[in-house]
T-cell receptor, first 115, second 117 residues
Framework: DGGITQSPKYLFRKEGQNVTLSCEQNLNHDAMYWYRQDPGQGLRLIYYSQIVNDFQKGDIAEGYSVSREKKESFPLTVTSAQKNPTAFYLC??????????????FGEGSRLTVL | AQSVAQPEDQVNVAEGNPLTVKCTYSVSGNPYLFWYVQYPNRGLQFLLKYITGDNLVKGSYGFEAEFNKSQTSFHLKKPSALVSDSALYFCAVRDFRRSYNTDKLIFGTGTRLQVFP
């Protein structure tokens, strides 16, 4: 079945360590997104990519990095520079341009806890 | 800038009663509006969207939403609530600006719906 796969579902990290969250999609979607979810704050956009080898900062990009070397994959690295990394991270994708009404398809999320 | 607001952190309703979850928006141009639902520790699931056309939009699981341009609102509704509808609901608006190569969804803060038996 087509969909978006995020891994791992749960991740624990010590302070000062970088960690990479995986996001893979087989929907043949051009655009991919990373959101962070915190209680009471809704979803905030970290980074997004509308095409391979290109990405743009969202509202809270500091302390995060991404790459988009393949259409299917959009990994997110949470670096040690991110001051409050404990959160629920959601990856999403969408069709681009003329077929796109903006609707996003989401993965099941990855919960990162910094110890 | 495009934005949405969900004025209620939580909505409580008895099973079988109608429910409304409120959303207001602020956009330049014609709005593309969405509702999503999230169950605990899960991703977001698409419920419905308004792009153009009829102001009453029907979606998944018996939900519908009414687009009101004069009140800049897009409230989510269901005629008869179920306990299984209890979840976190998000309103979103598309921010599409071709000249800035921008295309993303901006989400509200979410409203927790609790349906009591």
């Amino acid at each position: 079945d087509g969909g978006i796969t995020q891994s791992p579902k749960y991740l624990f990290r010590k302070e000062g360590q970088n960690v990479t969250l995986s996001c893979e999609q087989n929907l043949n979607h051009d655009a991919m997104y990373w959101y962070r979810q915190d209680p009471g704050q809704g979803l905030r956009l970290i980074y997004y990519s509308q095409i391979v080898n290109d990405f743009q900062k969202g509202d809270i990009a500091e302390g995060y990095s991404v790459s988009r070397e393949k259409k299917e994959s959009f990994p997110l690295t949470v670096t040690s520079a991110q001051k409050n990394p404990t959160a629920f991270y959601l990856c999403a994708s969408s069709i681009r341009e003329t077929a796109n009404t903006g609707e996003l398809f989401f993965g099941e999320g990855s919960r990162l806890t910094v110890l | 800038a495009q934005s949405v607001a969900q004025p209620e952190d939580q909505v409580n309703v008895a099973e079988g009663n109608p429910l409304t979850v409120k959303c207001t928006y602020s956009v330049s141009g014609n709005p593309y509006l969405f509702w999503y639902v999230q169950y605990p520790n899960r991703g977001l699931q698409f419920l419905l969207k308004y792009i153009t056309g009829d102001n009453l939009v029907k979606g998944s699981y018996g939900f519908e939403a009414e687009f009101n341009k004069s009140q800049t609102s897009f409230h989510l509704k269901k005629p008869s609530a179920l306990v299984s509808d209890s979840a976190l609901y998000f309103c979103a608006v598309r921010d599409f600006r071709r000249s800035y190569n921008t295309d993303k969804l901006i989400f509200g803060t979410g409203t927790r719906l609790q349906v009591f038996p």
